[in-house]
């Protein structure tokens, strides 16, 4: 009696999963509402830095110069970058070496190393903005 309950059970899950997508529909859907809620994000984080640079300059208050964020942008998205590419590349290298998925983990490293070179080549000299 309980292994007849049990294979009407497994075949009733086994008629759900194939019939369902539920779950195809999840998935899909996840990634573009992460997207959605990273632009959000990104619109008001610039919004936000407009309107305060918009002030500093209203009340005469010295601002930081264009280079300056550019420079620890692209640091932070260089350790960033790195940080998500190494290990992506440990693994496709150590699971799969001769799969070309291994560029899933090679291009962000590459552009982590080159965003963080860039941070240091140009690096901001002492006296360079004190003619101004």
């Given at each position: 009696m309980e292994s007849?309950?049990?294979?009407?059970l497994e075949a009733m899950l086994d008629r759900c999963?194939?019939?369902s997508h539920t779950g195809d529909i999840i998935l899909s859907i996840v990634p573009m509402v992460a997207v959605v809620?990273?632009?959000v994000l990104v619109f008001f984080l610039l919004l936000y830095n407009y309107r305060l640079r918009k002030?500093?300059?209203r009340l005469?208050?010295?601002?930081?110069s264009a280079r300056d964020h550019l420079r620890f942008i692209s640091l932070l998205a260089g350790c960033l970058s790195f940080s998500a590419g190494l290990p992506?590349?440990?693994f496709f290298f150590f699971t799969r070496p001769t799969n070309p998925g291994i560029l899933g983990g090679l291009i962000p490293l590459c552009a982590g190393i080159g965003l963080v070179a860039f941070y240091y080549l140009s690096e901001r000299k002492a006296g360079a903005h004190a003619a101004r």
């Open positions: 007849q309950s049990a294979k009407n999963i194939a019939t809620f990273g632009s002030e500093k300059i005469q208050i010295p601002t930081e992506l590349t440990l």
